[in-house]
């Protein structure tokens, strides 16, 4: 079904169901670092394994809709939304798989940051003093959570950090950009999304490998080809939960639901020992998560 129209911004009651929709979306990000390392165990780079579960859904709604290919390719303005997606999942997916879980998702969720300055360019959203005191915030958490322990600036040390900052601002633009899209067709902004996803992926693998800083997907085999799969099935999913959430709701409000993602994805990593929980990344990240709570106002 497609969405033809934005829907206006509903009450408490109203806002139930796109809240609980981007809570499905946000587990399934929250969790998806699992799979993703289970895949590069079976020899499957994070990059490819993107390109190849991306690409499984774009098959899917080929067949589901395959009008939404002529509706994508009259529409220039959701190519926008084909390398917003493709950025945020080549760099997120890519990050929590050789990274710390946590530091990469929290840093990851500078997105309220992000979100305040391309909702007032692209939606014309006002700036307001709190919206200042969130940037503030999340900037200070972000400092506190890279900050080394011996000492010198705090910026991103390492690849998986620099993914993860990345990761957030390109998804801040990908749900603004559904938001200002939301009359569009339904299938045609997913297949923008998964498109994106696989045509990143796959264009940064198809490089790295052609310079050996990655090596080339293993042969087909049942394994790791049902695994990809069964999780191209949950991103779709997930993708579609998203799209119904962030297109009912503000920018800013979609920003909040979403930040339940560190949830899943620090309890998942915790339980599975796939992240060091420390007292600066605990504050640094109480003070991002804190600047998205405050968008809820």
Wanted: net charge positive.
């Amino acid at each position: 079904m497609a969405i033809e129209h934005a829907a206006p911004r509903a009450g408490h009651a109203g806002a139930a169901a796109p809240v609980l929709a981007l809570l499905a979306n946000a587990f399934v990000w929250g969790v998806s670092w699992w799979p993703f390392r289970q895949l590069e165990a079976r020899g499957l780079h994070p990059l490819w394994a993107t390109a190849v579960v991306y690409g499984m859904a774009v098959v899917v709604i080929t067949l589901w809709r395959p009008a939404a290919w002529g509706q994508l390719l009259r529409t220039p303005v959701l190519w926008v939304l084909v390398a917003a997606a493709g950025t945020t999942n080549a760099t997120f997916n890519w990050g929590v798989t050789v990274g710390d879980v946590v530091r990469v998702v929290l840093l990851f969720y500078l997105m309220p940051l992000w979100t305040v300055l391309l909702a007032r360019l692209l939606l014309h959203e006002r700036l307001t003093r709190a919206a200042a005191l969130r940037v503030v915030m999340a900037l200070a958490g972000a400092a506190i959570v890279l900050w080394p322990e011996g000492g010198g600036l705090p910026l991103p040390r390492a690849l998986p950090e620099w993914l993860g900052i990345a990761g957030g601002f390109s998804f801040a633009l990908n749900n603004v950009m559904l938001r200002r899209e939301a009359h569009r067709p339904q299938a045609a902004r997913a297949l923008a999304m998964f498109l994106g996803g696989t045509l990143i992926a796959g264009s940064l693998a198809l490089v790295m490998a052609a310079q050996g800083a990655l090596p080339a997907p293993p042969p087909p085999a049942a394994g790791w080809m049902l695994g990809a799969l069964l999780l191209a099935a949950f991103f779709l999913g997930g993708n579609l939960a998203l799209q119904y959430g962030a297109a009912r709701l503000a920018a800013n409000a979609t920003a909040v639901v979403m930040v339940s993602e560190v949830l899943f994805a620090a309890l998942s990593a915790a339980l599975l020992g796939a992240a060091a929980i420390t007292g600066p990344l605990l504050a640094g990240g109480a003070l991002i998560v804190g600047a998205a709570l405050l968008a809820a106002r």
